[in-house]
């Protein structure tokens, strides 16, 4: 990317110390920072608050997120002042892997990375020392190819299904959400590069979103939307934070100082940075103010705002020095002013096993009649594979939180790889088919990354019986992707289109009449309707979107090399309608298509007409009842309750106690693996509260582990402990964390709906924390 440095904060810096003597000059890291931030001169300052984009000339075609000149591709990076010994610092997305270019002007080598699990599959593993080992490895990947922070893990909750960038957060609970941010932050920085929590707060919806104003009370708020934050905040210490675009309660939550300052410093303790995402918030002068230290990518107007303002005294030099001192404790810790040279060699064939390993952890078999899976020796001798995601595997979704890997493994070839015979007449008719798709689709504009996928194949029923008779299975696979700035549809993502659905009851008429099974692979983004469909097969295998391996992985589970344990990190519904904040939440379907194409020029800012609620304003009228939190405690049927995951062996639970120890709840209890093959279960504990004193869902997840791998016949004894103030919920009245006294539940379960054993304990009411009454509307300040 070439671009004219007409008017730079850097520049601009530069003139002005001309005759500050450089050999004086205190330097980062000998001198103390007050030295250093005394030296500075204002515009040096501005250019530490302001990202580095913010040198470019101001008609600048740069696109969000590709900022990076040190390090093609990278979202963005930090000005260097070069008289003070500071350097500059590169950060780049993001959740699924490192996201840079792949090639560069003037050489041949190449710069992939690896595509790892997106984050909902990787919550879907509850297994956090898995996930660690993710970190570690896609924080090595950031630190060899030159990235000092990682603008990731995001650990918004899955408010609502239609979330177009739900795969890169974890699960509607806060719970396992807080858990698995922390072991991802605490894998990433384990190299020595930093993280970026994101999106804070309450980026649950991507339609507006850079100015839709979310109204939420402050008990919703700090229990389920906050609590994954403070989890992984308090836990693992993120060198840096990403405010979210959003407002909160008619105010951007770049520029509530309630949120950075009070809340995220003083009441959790945070002693990082925090930057705005892209372009995010609209006064720099107030997100100065609230604590947002670094504006990303950094905009020309940025610098001279803020220069503007301390001059004419509405923005205090004792605030900028502020923000500065978070930046520059920040850069202290950077390999880049470590003096790391980037070696560019990270180890791909490991990334990529450790992709396809802990994939095969989070996939999810939803549905196994008769043992239908594994697939026995005769069943493998030849399959018929259908649908055309099984030749073309989804890795992950689009956006940010897409990586440039070199390659992505489908099913059919994960499937050969694995040894397995597959129907070649049907597996050509497919591959012609979508190459001609391909033709066309390539010619569609697309908009960043949202291509449409190619339509189901129409295939009669002579071909169908055809496949019938010459295999021994049908495998079908659908496919559904989202991504950054577009929410999904629920006529078309949701649910499944017409062609899908019939698909597979075609292929299941055809095959059941011949006495083969037929298995469904869903390489989906999120959740997706099954009810109307999900008896329809044999066995339903949830894949995700798996990464760059996805289609081995997949190949690993029909085999048996790998018993499934994955577990839902949400709850499937029966249906869209039965879903807590459906009218709180966009419906593209409503949107002309004239409306929606200008829509998408404008990044989905704006709804030109109709219908402006969830556009403008989302309430959260369904309060704290989020995903199992409303499905449980209303006794609403659900397709798959949240934590629900078949194996290929099964668990006995055994001597389950529970008891309150000082300010801890121990539960302690026998799993035993009662099946024929060895498999890994995960044993989640849930809690009622007496729910006397303040509405409260029927139970919460309070804890979770998952085993090793037990083999047939293995018990394994697993023990928890449960922090008594962890059983606290917020009182809005008088603004307090407050336990409940009285007698709670302390269930042992497989699921949300499967409890195997309920254990009463008493405790005494308590007060944990008692906080200022934050995060209200303006007007109740
Ligand atoms: C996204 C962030 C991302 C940033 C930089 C924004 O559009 O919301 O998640 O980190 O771009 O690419």
Not at 643 to 650: D, P
Not at 728 to 738: L, M, P, V, Y
Request: hydrophobic residues 35%; glycine residues 8%.
């Amino acid at each position: 990317m070439k671009l004219k440095n007409v008017f730079a904060c850097t520049a601009f810096a530069t003139l002005m110390v001309a005759n500050v003597g450089a050999q004086e000059a205190p330097q980062l890291g000998k001198a103390s920072l007050d030295e250093v931030i005394q030296a500075m001169t204002l515009e040096e300052k501005v250019s530490l608050l302001v990202g580095s984009a913010g040198k470019f000339d101001s008609n600048q075609t740069a696109t969000i997120g590709s900022q990076g000149e040190l390090v093609p591709g990278a979202a963005g990076e930090t000005n260097a002042i070069p008289r003070l010994g500071i350097p500059a610092t590169v950060l780049s997305d993001g959740p699924a892997g490192v996201r840079i270019s792949p090639t560069r002007e003037n050489t041949s080598q190449t710069f992939y990375c690896t595509h790892f699990p997106v984050e909902t599959l990787l919550a879907s593993t509850w297994n956090t020392e898995l996930v660690q080992q993710v970190g570690e490895a896609m924080g090595e990947e950031a630190k060899r190819y030159g990235v000092d922070v990682l603008l990731g893990p995001a650990t918004n909750i899955h408010r609502n299904p239609l979330n177009g960038r739900n795969f890169e957060y974890y699960s509607e609970d806060p719970l396992l959400a807080g858990e698995m941010a922390a072991a991802m932050i605490e894998g990433v920085q384990s190299n020595g590069v930093g993280t970026s929590l994101k999106h804070f707060a309450l980026n649950n919806q991507e339609t507006n979103r850079t100015s839709n104003d979310v109204v939420v009370s402050p008990r919703t708020f700090r229990e389920i939307y906050l609590k994954p934050f403070e989890i992984a905040v308090k836990k693992a210490k993120p060198w840096t934070i990403m405010s979210s675009y959003n407002k909160i309660n008619g105010t951007y939550a770049s520029e509530r100082s309630d949120l950075l300052t009070d809340i995220l410093r003083h009441e959790w303790g945070f002693d990082g940075m925090v930057m705005t995402d892209w372009f995010g918030g609209q006064h720099t002068t107030w997100q100065m103010e609230a604590g947002n230290d670094l504006l990303m990518p950094g905009k020309k107007s940025q610098c001279e705002d803020i220069i503007k303002a301390v001059r004419s005294g509405v923005l205090s030099q004792d605030i900028i020095n502020r923000n500065v001192r978070h930046i520059l404790e920040y850069i202290l810790r950077t390999p880049r002013f470590k003096g790391y040279q980037a070696t560019n060699d990270p180890d791909l064939p490991h990334h990529a096993q450790i992709t396809r390993a802990s994939a095969s952890e989070g996939m999810i078999l939803l549905e196994n009649k008769d043992m239908t899976l594994p697939l026995d020796k005769k069943a493998a001798k030849r399959i018929a594979l259908f649908g055309c995601t099984s030749y073309d595997f989804i890795a992950g979704g689009t956006g940010s939180g897409d990586v440039n890997s070199r390659y992505t493994v489908s099913l059919s070839e994960g499937l050969k790889a694995g040894g397995f015979k597959l129907d070649k007449t049907l597996t050509s008719l497919y591959e012609t088919y979508l190459a001609e798709q391909k033709k066309i689709l390539d010619k569609s504009k697309g908009f960043w990354g949202h291509r449409p996928r190619a339509k189901e194949m129409q295939m009669d029923k002579k071909q169908l019986e055809q496949a019938a008779s010459q295999n021994q299975v049908a495998i079908v696979t659908i496919g559904k992707t989202s991504g950054e700035f577009l929410d999904r549809s629920i006529r078309s993502n949701f649910n499944l289109v017409a062609e899908e659905k019939e698909l597979i009851q075609n292929v299941c008429e055809a095959f059941h009449a011949r006495h083969k099974k037929v298995i469904v692979i869903l390489n989906v983004c999120g959740v997706i309707e099954t009810a109307s469909w999900r008896e329809a097969p044999d066995a339903i295998l949830l894949a995700w979107m798996g990464g760059q391996e996805g289609g081995n992985t997949v190949a690993d589970i029909l085999s048996g090399k790998v018993n499934p344990s994955g577990r839902l990190p949400m709850t499937f519904p029966m249906q869209y309608a039965d879903v807590p904040s459906k009218d709180n939440f966009p419906d593209l379907d409503s949107i002309s298509e004239e409306d929606m194409n200008k829509a998408l020029q404008n990044f989905m800012n704006v709804r030109t007409s109709g219908d402006r609620k969830n556009f403008d304003v989302t309430t959260y009228e369904e309060g704290i009842f989020v995903g199992y939190r409303y499905y449980d405690t209303k006794n609403v049927p659900v397709a798959y309750p949240f934590g629900f995951g078949l194996s290929y062996t099964t668990f006995d639970y055994a001597d389950a106690s529970a008891q309150v120890e000082g300010d801890q709840v121990k539960v302690s209890l026998k799993v035993k693996n009662t099946g024929k093959v060895a498999g890994k279960e995960v044993v989640q504990i849930y809690v009622s509260a007496p729910g006397k004193d303040m509405a409260k869902p029927k139970k919460e997840l309070k804890a979770f582990q998952k085993t090793p791998l037990l083999q047939p016949g293995e018990t394994q004894e697993l023990q928890f402990q449960i922090p008594v103030d962890a059983l606290a919920s917020f009182n809005e009245k008088d603004s307090r964390w407050q336990v409940e006294g009285g007698q709670y539940q302390v269930h042992v379960a497989q699921n949300s709906r499967d409890v195997k054993v309920s254990l009463p304990i008493q405790l005494s009411g308590k007060i944990t924390e008692t906080v200022q009454p934050l995060m209200l509307p303006v007007a109740e300040w």
